[in-house]
């Protein structure tokens, strides 16, 4: 199965703090996702990337969170200002050639 | 609103049999059906995508899925403990990878020895 991975594994961080969250999809793929997963919910979508620009966002998705392209290989989700509420496991997911996405690892957000 | 639901279980069922998880979406415009699995504190993992009316078939998984009910199930056969875990069903309204995942609440699958 084609690797996605992220780091850092876990974050721990002070409400109100900036948090940059990183992901290496599979290569050669224009498409690129970003998820999260509140405790007990439901995956739910941020927003995906296509060709260096967001594609499309959900209500989730506001003033507070960006995603960029800093390299060649990485993306990076950023959230400004921690709240609370944001504390839940953030995944990337890159599709592959059997046209699905796979998902990494995750990384785990606890917002103090 | 676009909605996937499920049944959130838990499913419990012996070693051996055959296992039923069932999902239906509110768009019609849903393409593309897929089921991945979780496991506790793990990402989901891809089992199996359906994009036409019918069966499809994976080994001891298979796929069902109906368009004019919404509808869309998955088949695990000769249940294992090791498939005791969390089924994702979700959908997009995209072909294949392309667009967003609509997720439902998912499935937990116990499988008793």
């Known amino acids: 199965e084609p690797e996605v991975t992220q780091t850092p594994s876990h974050q721990v961080t002070q409400m109100g703090q900036e948090v940059i969250l990183r992901c290496v999809p599979i290569?050669?793929?224009?498409?690129f996702y970003w998820y999260r997963q509140i405790l007990g919910q439901k995956v739910e979508f941020l927003v995906s990337?296509?060709?260096?620009?967001?594609?499309?966002k959900s209500e989730i998705f506001d003033d507070q969170f960006s995603v960029e392209r800093p390299d060649g290989s990485n993306f990076t989700l950023k959230i400004r200002s921690t709240k609370l509420e944001d504390s839940a496991m953030y995944f990337c997911?890159?599709?592959?050639?059997?046209?699905?996405?796979?998902f990494g690892p995750g990384t785990r957000l606890t917002v103090l | 609103q676009k909605e996937v639901e499920q049944n959130s279980g838990p499913l419990s069922v012996p070693e051996g049999a055959i296992a039923s998880l069932n999902c239906t979406y509110s768009?019609?415009?849903?393409?593309?059906f897929f089921w991945y699995r979780q496991y506790s504190g793990k990402s989901p993992e891809l089992i199996m995508f359906?994009?036409?009316?019918g069966d499809k078939e994976d080994g001891r998984f298979t796929a069902q899925l109906n368009k004019a009910s919404q509808y869309v199930s998955l088949l695990i056969r000769d249940s294992q403990p090791s498939d005791s875990a969390t089924y994702l069903c979700?959908?997009?309204?995209?072909?294949?990878?392309?667009?967003?995942?609509?997720f439902g609440k998912g499935t937990k699958l116990s499988v008793k020895p």
């Open positions: 997911a890159s599709p592959a050639v059997t046209d699905t996405q796979y």
């Open positions: 290569s050669n793929h224009l498409y």
């Open positions: 990337f296509y060709n260096n620009e967001i594609s499309e």
């Open positions: 768009d019609r415009g849903s393409q593309s």
């Open positions: 359906i994009y036409s009316n």
């Open positions: 979700a959908v997009t309204n995209y072909g294949g990878s392309q667009g967003n995942l609509i």
